[in-house]
Structures are given as structure tokens and as C-alpha cells.
């Protein structure tokens, strides 16, 4: 589906511009945007090469099951420790604010249902499914509710927490990988592109 649709890379100024609308962090949204730039380079079409993944779109919201919200498993508790996160943006282990397949969860609140891969015989239309979790905005709005619903279970000082520490914190936290890697490049890529539109901040 993604040859079919082609690419369709986001302008992130624009994800930027929406996102601290609604989070009002600048170096919370440039972290984010990190992964975002890992994650697909900002292709908004982007399916995961992965064989064993059902990943979408900017930010790869994984549907292969229809989700749910849960306290962070001892996997990811371990990791946030491993990273030296900073204790304040540490989500506490009996907090049930972690999206497990953001994905899944995305159509659910979109009323649609999730074809799993042991569902698929090959005859349903996934373009709809695709084209949902895929749209930008479906995937800027839900991070936003997410985020805020993290982000309410802490007490920290903004001042006090970089962008490199919220890329690491939402890798942890949302993107869920199988292993944590820095995402430092990313984002002092995400900010040199921010300084080029005249919007400076520190990583």
C-alpha cells in the first residue's frame, strides 16, 4: 500500500507548529519529532519493513492488535533506568497511561476495527485502515491525548528536562522498540530545520 500511495513527507515545522499548540513544550515537541524523523523520515505513508511489525505512518503506530492502556511493564521500567531518565519524567509503575499498539488503539477511537495478521485471508480492503492510521493530524491528535495523560501522572520542572531526554522519554513510552537506541541525531536534525524556519531551541 505504501508503493500505491507513494510518499508524502510532512513539512515537520508544521508538526512542530501543531504540536506545541497543543502541548506548549518546546523541547517535549522536538523530542517527539525526533522519533518522528527516525522513525520515517517524516513519510506519512510509511509501512514498517519489518515482516513480524504492522507499523504506519509518521511516528509507526503498530496495529496488529487493537490495544490497550496499561501501567509500563517491568521491560519498560528497566529501560526508562537504563536510559538515566530524570526521575521526575519517570512514569510511575502503577499509573495505567502507556498505549500498547497506538495503532489499534487509534482505530478503536475511530470506531474501526483491527484486521489482525491471523485474520487477514487476503479478501478485506486494509485501505481504509490505512488511510486512517496514516492521516498526519488522526496521529497528531491522538500523541496529544496521550501525551497529556503521561504527562499529568508526573511532577517535574520543564526547565529542567532537554530534548534529547523527552526523544528519549517518548521512545520509551510510546514508541516501544525492542531495544533503546539514542535519538540525539535526530534530534538535533529536527532542530537545525526548526532554527532554518527561524525557531530556535536548545537540544
Given at each position: 500500500?505504501?508503493q ?5 513527507v510532512?513539512?515537520p ?7 506545541f ?8 515537541v522536538v523530542?517527539?519529532?525526533a ?10 505513508n ?11 505512518g ?23 533506568d537504563q ?7 519517570k512514569?510511575?509503575?502503577n499509573?495505567?497511561v502507556?498505549?500498547?499498539?497506538a495503532g ?6 475511530k470506531?474501526?476495527n483491527?484486521i ?10 486494509l485501505?481504509?485502515?490505512?488511510e486512517l492510521?496514516?492521516?498526519?493530524a ?5 500523541i ?9 501522572t ?5 526547565n ?10 517518548f ?6 522498540p525492542g ?8 534530534a ?7 532554527e532554518?524556519?527561524?525557531i530556535?531551541?536548545?537540544?
Open positions: 500500500m505504501e500505491e500511495a507513494g510518499r508524502n510532512v513539512d515545522i508544521d508538526l512542530y507548529n501543531d504540536l499548540s497543543a502541548l506548549g513544550d518546546e523541547k517535549l523530542g517527539i519529532l522519533n518522528a524523523q527516525k522513525e520515517s523520515s517524516f513519510n506519512s510509511a509501512v514498517s519493513t519489518k515482516p513480524i511489525e504492522s507499523s504506519l509518521l511516528w509507526q503506530f503498530n496495529v496488529q492488535v487493537s490495544g490497550y492502556i496499561d501501567p509500563p511493564i517491568p521491560d519498560i521500567i528497566q529501560r526508562a536510559r538515566g531518565l530524570p526521575e521526575s519524567i512514569i510511575p509503575a499509573e495505567s502507556i498505549p500498547y499498539f489499534g488503539l487509534l482505530l478503536k477511537s470506531g474501526v483491527v489482525t495478521p491471523t485474520a487477514y485471508d487476503g479478501t478485506q480492503d485501505r481504509p485502515i490505512y492510521v496514516t492521516n498526519p488522526n496521529q497528531v491528535d491522538y496529544v491525548s496521550t501525551v497529556q495523560n503521561m504527562l499529568a508526573l511532577n517535574y520542572d520543564p529542567e528536562i532537554t530534548a534529547i531526554e523527552w526523544a528519549d522519554w521512545q520509551i513510552y510510546f514508541e516501544q531495544s533503546i537506541a539514542t535519538r540525539a541525531r535526530s538535533s536534525q529536527v532542530a537545525s530545520q526548526l532554518a524556519a527561524g530556535v531551541i536548545p537540544v
